[in-house]
């Protein structure tokens, strides 16, 4: 059997704006305007579109959740 083993590479997903904008239940818009801003989560630009590392994004929520009270 040739399975995935632990220590097997694997690239991080890319997500698109519209997966982005799904998951965190955000308008585009939104997610455009903090880009252009310098906020939200770190995005590569891939010809004329935006692309996230959902590593990044996890790391940018993770930021930005509220501390324990």
């Given at each position: 059997m040739n399975g995935p083993t632990a220590t097997e590479w694997r690239p991080d997903?890319?997500?698109?704006i519209d997966d982005l904008a799904a998951w965190l239940g955000k308008p585009k818009?939104?997610?455009?305007?903090?880009?252009?801003?310098?906020?939200?989560?770190?995005?590569i630009?891939?010809?004329?579109?935006?692309?996230?590392r959902?590593?990044?994004?996890?790391?940018?929520?993770?930021?930005?959740t509220d501390t324990e009270r």
């Open positions: 997903p890319l997500l698109t818009n939104t997610l455009y305007a903090w880009h252009s801003r310098g906020k939200g989560p770190r995005a630009r891939v010809g004329n579109t935006l692309r996230y959902r590593s990044e994004v996890e790391r940018w929520l993770d930021a930005h």
